[in-house]
RNA sequence: GGCGACGUAGCUCAGUUGGUAAGAGUGCUCGACUCAUAAUCGAGAGGUCGUGGGUUCAAGUCCCACCGUCGCUACCA
């Protein structure tokens, strides 16, 4: 049995969830249903990022502790998730015991390899930001994002040999471990740039966690919020399980934090004798009308306003079949309604109503099994090795286009075959009805890691025991597996379709 | 300024290492059907593959230039 580890980004507690962080979490999600079909042992992590100066701040603009800040929006986003059906197996948070216990561990373990020494550092400092910028960066003297003025800061830092270790990553990024290719290149330029050390820790602040060899210092929110992903299985724990889990480990992020997973984090792991990830996806931004949606933008769309309307599956239907991973990608309202509507209700909720109407005229309600020659019978087959290969390479768009073309050649082959034109109870009419159905029974498999709520509805609709998930799905599959012989009942519309609001 | 990405049917996008006469979905037009969620099926229209050069027997697919959009440019969640 294989072991996949998957994580999303931990987000900042300062930032209420949105559809940026529903993207990553949902992909997540999807990724590891998947795996656990195919028999994998699955590890999926996600969690908050709890710590730095702006947290400390928020929390005493409204009179909080910030651990009480931390805990309010944390639990934003754990609720956000529940709603979305997105179970983790893990919820991290770096205020955790367990946390600051591993991140002191990893970074202890760096300075005694000899990568953290003592240096100073000054500058202009955006507490927004909470970065350091050079003159040049400054806009009229302010913070180029946030058009605030900064403070003069000088600090004693301890730095990371960042610049130790260009060579280890231009080989680690040229192994393939980034993916798309392109955002490879990124993270090669960057390196190829060249790379200075990197000042790890703050004096300025206290909420974050101590430097075990230094009480006046905590580490930076960000050296400190990497170290989840060890974390979360059990690093300096002397857990077991640690190196199998951190060898087939897949990180997701958005291409706004590629430096830090794909540069600086290799590196720390480098510098502490681990190996860097196996896999770092990813993907693009969710563009509005073309415009990027940022957490300090005015277009704040929130999961819950959606799922309202389109439904768990139909939200994450969408953003794991319209958005291609990679690839920046334009998000409407439209759009979604026409994709539910095409894909959902009428391709897959209408196909399954026909089916259960014409064995009912046509079979005295009692569905017939699938049998082993059919037309669609090859292209079920390839069907599962599209959706394989797919999913294996974070590709869940390509896993479900295939999927849905299946389903569209059912109802086209429907269209030509016309079963309700049969003689009832005849061969013919048996032979069509099985086909469908062992497309659906198919299809209620492929589709479950988007469609977790109605793939089992599906399932049950046919006449089958349990979901689709109770069985491992074997991937040589071969077609005519369903059964038949249980009497079927019409349902009500899986998919009602949605008018528009205007 | 430097580095990089992208620019393919109205829309959203596929197009492996260059090679059968450019694809899918959706939208649109026409027709069929009426088992079904005003759904479904079929046919059709629709593209100088950003522009201009070049390499090649052959380029959307490689090279150069230009135009347009965007990202990164050293600690910007």
């Keep these: 049995m294989a072991k996949f580890y998957v994580t999303t980004p931990i987000y900042y507690v300062n930032d209420v969830p949105h559809i940026g962080h529903s993207y990553t979490t949902t992909t997540a999600d999807a990724l590891a249903r998947w795996h656990r079909l195919v028999g994998d042992e699955v590890m999926f992590l996600t969690g908050t990022d709890e710590h730095g100066l702006k947290v400390q701040r928020s929390a005493e603009e409204n009179g909080l502790t910030p651990q009480q ?35 002191g561990k990893l970074l202890s373990k760096i300075k005694e390899n000899g990568y953290i020494e003592k240096g100073s550092y000054a500058g202009n400092y955006c507490v ?58 990124e993270a090669l ?19 974050g966690v101590q430097v075990p060899w230094d009480e006046d210092h905590v580490f930076y929110v960000w050296y400190d919020a990497l170290i989840n992903y060890v974390t979360a299985i059990g690093y300096g724990q002397d857990s077991p399980e640690f190196a199998d889990w951190w060898a087939n480990s897949h990180h997701l992020i958005g291409k706004d934090i590629l430096r830090f997973h794909c540069v600086y984090w290799p590196a720390m792991l480098m510098a502490a004798g681990l190996e860097p ?28 306003d959606l799922i309202g309307e389109f439904g768990i599956d139909g939200f994450r239907y969408h953003f794991l079949r ?25 391709t897959l909720g209408n196909l399954l109503s026909r089916v259960i109407t014409v064995v009912g005229k046509k079979c005295n309600g009692v569905a017939p099994g699938s049998q082993a020659d059919s037309p669609l019978a090859e292209l079920a087959e390839k069907t599962v090795n599209i959706a394989a290969e797919a999913w294996n390479s974070t590709a869940p768009s390509v896993a479900l286009d295939a999927t849905w073309h299946l389903i569209r050649e059912t109802n086209a ?21 099985g086909t469908a159905l062992e497309v659906l029974r198919l299809a209620a498999i492929l589709a479950s890691p988007a469609l977790v709520n109605t793939a089992p509805q599906i399932w049950q609709a046919i006449g ?39």
């Design 128 to 185: 927004g930001c909470e970065a350091y910028y050079t003159d040049a960066d400054l806009v009229e003297g302010n913070c180029p994002i946030h058009e605030r003025p900064v403070e003069w800061l000088e600090e004693d830092n301890y730095f990371f040999k960042l610049s130790a270790f260009e060579d280890r990553l231009r080989e680690w990024i040229n192994s393939g471990a980034i993916r798309p290719a392109g955002k490879a290149s």
């Design 189 to 207: 330029g960057i390196v190829e740039l060249g790379l200075d050390d990197v000042s790890i820790t703050r004096t300025s602040i206290d909420w």
């Design 413 to 433: 082959y429907l269209g030509e075959s016309e079963p309700w034109k049969m003689e009832e109870g005849s061969a013919e009419v048996s032979a069509v009805l």
């Design 277 to 304: 990830p196996k896999h770092v996806d990813v993907h693009g931004f969710l563009l509005l009308g073309g415009k990027k949606l940022s957490k300090s933008g005015l277009t704040q769309i929130h999961p819950e």
């Design 464 to 502: 089958l025991e349990g979901s689709p998930t109770d069985n491992v799905l074997d991937l040589d599959y071969k077609w005519g597996q369903y059964q038949g012989g249980a009497q079927l009942t019409a349902i009500e519309p899986l998919f009602p379709r949605i008018k528009p609001q205007a």
């Design 322 to 346: 319209d958005v291609s991973f990679g690839p920046d990608s334009d998000f409407s309202y439209e759009q979604m309604v026409e994709r539910y509507n095409t894909d959902l209700a009428n």
């Design 69 to 103: 800040q931390a805990d309010n929006t944390s639990k934003r986003f754990s609720q956000t998730w529940t709603a979305l059906s997105i179970e983790p197996d893990q919820f991290i948070r770096t205020t955790e015991p367990r946390h600051h216990e591993a991140v």
